[in-house]
């Protein structure tokens, strides 16, 4: 099962190598799809772990992750707007952006909270008369 994942994945793959290529004219290396598939589950456990206790550094593993497999795995733009496959993989690409907007916004929050002092203030003397 998951090697015939892995020759479904590939020419996704390529497909992206070959537009990146063309409209960059930077070359992606080859790799080793299991090398892609493992870094990928690695990321979004390690990512997601973080994120549930609340870490910045979480939400950015995850961010990187949304941006990297997002564009290979919704190709969307392979296809004709008529075709069926466009519809249904312009969807999930759209729901990966917002995915992805909801992370930036966690982490935009997050650094616009002031950070906590561990210095307790004293509290102010009251003045006698």
Do not use: C, W
């Not at 392979?78 to 992805?100: H, R």
């Amino acid at each position: 099962m998951v090697g015939q994942q892995l020759k479904a994945l590939r020419p996704k793959f390529d497909i992206l190598s070959k537009h990146v290529a063309a409209h960059t004219g930077f070359q992606i290396p080859h790799v080793e799809m299991k090398h892609l598939v493992l870094g990928a589950l690695i990321m979004k456990g390690l990512g997601s772990l973080l994120f549930v206790f609340g870490s910045s550094l979480g939400a950015i593993i995850l961010v990187l992750h949304q941006a990297i497999a997002t564009p290979v795995l919704y190709d969307f733009y392979n296809y004709d707007v008529d075709k069926k496959e466009f519809a249904q993989l312009f969807v999930k690409f759209t729901q990966s952006l917002a995915l992805l907007g909801a992370l930036l916004f966690f982490i935009g929050m997050k650094n616009s909270m002031p950070k906590r002092s561990h210095l307790k203030k004293k509290a102010p003397k009251t003045k006698t008369v």
